[in-house]
């Protein structure tokens, strides 16, 4: 199983940013695609998942209104899109797995960089 | 409330045994799961549903629950053991929630 992620950004505060994760190794469809953000010297923050078989989402309600979650089931990718972005969305964006276990398979991590 | 508190910071010796605590109100209805971070790395998981180890975590690895408090335990730490480590849970309002981290320092 490998999740490789997109490169480094760097954007203008309310600016959109769209990472993406591309799977292999597994059913891309078989299990849920989770995002998690890491700020510089903080912990880990839920940012929400979704289904790549359906296409739901469901998002922490900090991010509500603000991100987005999409697949193309045809090359087996997500993406986090995270819109208005503030100098406080500076952070690693990690997707991950969610299988039987938790948090099975993590992606490398793509840091946004928000500054003017 | 959705809130996992932890430890900022913890120490042992080379050898001894550590225990990092992690407190919330879902622990109660949820098992916890712990993630070890090392510098530069994503995390990876240690501990799910409460006790169970995945293959290839060194068996000095444990977890435990009590109430509001789940614990992991190191018995005998390493200096690879020097890391971060985040408790997991569920959450009533919200699918994940994660503690603020202990770091470990083996000395």
């Known amino acids: 199983v490998q999740l490789v992620q997109s490169g480094a950004e760097v954007k203008k505060p309310g600016a959109s940013v769209r990472v993406s994760c591309k799977a292999s190794g597994y059913t891309f469809t078989g299990y849920y695609i989770h995002w998690v953000r890491q700020a510089p010297g903080q912990g880990l923050e839920w940012v929400g998942w979704i289904n790549p078989n359906s296409g739901g989402s469901n998002y922490a309600q900090k991010f509500q209104g603000r991100v987005a979650m999409t697949r193309d089931t045809s090359i087996s990718t997500a993406y986090m899109e995270l819109s208005r972005l503030r100098s406080d969305d500076t952070a690693v964006y990690y997707c991950a797995t969610w299988g039987t276990r938790g948090f099975d398979y993590w992606g490398q991590g793509t840091l946004v960089t928000v500054s003017s | ?107």
């Open chain 2, 1 to 107: 409330s959705s809130e996992l508190t932890q430890d900022p910071a913890v120490s042992v010796a080379l050898g001894q045994t550590v225990r990092i605590t992690c407190l919330g109100d879902s622990l109660r209805s949820f098992y916890a799961s712990w993630y070890q971070q090392k510098p530069g790395q994503a995390p990876i998981i240690i501990i799910y549903d409460k006790n169970n180890r995945p293959s290839g975590i060194p068996d000095r690895f444990s977890g435990s629950s009590s109430g509001t408090t789940a614990s992991l335990t190191i018995t005998g730490a390493q200096a690879e053991d020097e890391a971060d480590y985040y408790c997991h849970s569920r959450d009533s309002s919200a699918f994940a929630v994660f503690g603020g981290g202990t770091k470990l320092t083996v000395l």
